[in-house]
């Protein structure tokens, strides 16, 4: 059973550039989520979509986005990119069912964004 | 504002010894513990996840425990292993999770 699927892994940006970030969760699972990761801050949460919308956000700017598709891939995007935008960004996939709340979090290997 | 501390922040030992890693968290609302795993540069890995009506989760060497009423969970590593060195981070919540800082271990041989 292939596992959460991020792409790309590593990318190279500068600052006022955007970037789109994918996110391909388990087969089954319907529930996406994305959290940064910095040596400062740990890991935050930044958003979750769960049948293409948006159902918790974390306290990010505006220039974070993202949405989720009907297959549940989902996208994320940072525009007019910051040099502490530099993070390592992780996806997670749960099987939320609309009727319950609990569930394991299954991550991918994440994709490391640095701005220059 | 919900706030989770892992205790120690790093920890060395010699292979073959039993670990206590320690995260307390400042509310008592009824949400699920997940224990992780990150390798340098990696993803996380879920190890054992404790649901809000459970009070403990066994797999392989590995053991959490959830007490609600004093704010704590701790994860118990028996007969450790250099291949368990890695950082472990407790999370709180259900798809929106809050991450402790994390607890660096290292096994040395």
């Known amino acids: 059973k292939a596992g959460v699927t991020q792409t790309p892994r590593y990318l190279i940006k500068t600052r006022g550039q955007q970037v789109t970030l994918s996110c391909s969760p388990i087969s089954g699972h319907r529930s996406v989520s994305w959290y940064q990761q910095t040596p400062g801050q740990g890991l935050q949460f930044l958003f979750e979509y769960f049948s293409e919308t948006q159902r918790n956000k974390g306290n990010f700017p505006g220039r974070f986005s993202g949405r989720q598709f009907s297959n549940s891939r989902s996208e994320m995007n940072v525009s007019t990119l910051e040099l502490g935008d530099s993070a390592l960004y992780l996806c997670?996939?749960?099987?939320?069912?609309?009727?319950?709340?609990?569930?394991?979090?299954?991550f991918g290997e994440g994709s490391r964004l640095t701005v220059l | 504002k919900q706030e989770v501390t892992q205790i120690p922040a790093a920890l060395s030992v010699p292979e073959g010894e039993n670990l206590v890693l320690n995260c307390s968290f400042t509310?008592?609302?009824?949400?699920?513990l997940q224990w992780f795993r990150q390798d340098p540069g990696k993803g996380l890995t879920s190890l054992l996840l404790?649901?809000?009506?459970?009070r403990e989760q066994t797999s392989g060497r590995l053991n959490a425990s959830l007490d609600k009423s004093s704010g704590r969970s701790t994860l118990y590593i028996a007969a450790s292993q250099p291949g368990d060195s890695a950082t472990y981070l407790c999370?709180?919540?259900?798809?929106?999770?809050?991450f402790g800082a994390g607890t660096r271990l290292a096994v040395h041989p």
């Open positions: 404790i649901q809000s009506s459970q």
């Open positions: 997670a996939s749960s099987r939320k069912l609309a009727t319950a709340n609990t569930g394991e979090l299954f």
């Open positions: 999370a709180r919540g259900y798809n929106k999770l809050i």
């Open positions: 509310d008592s609302a009824i949400y699920n």
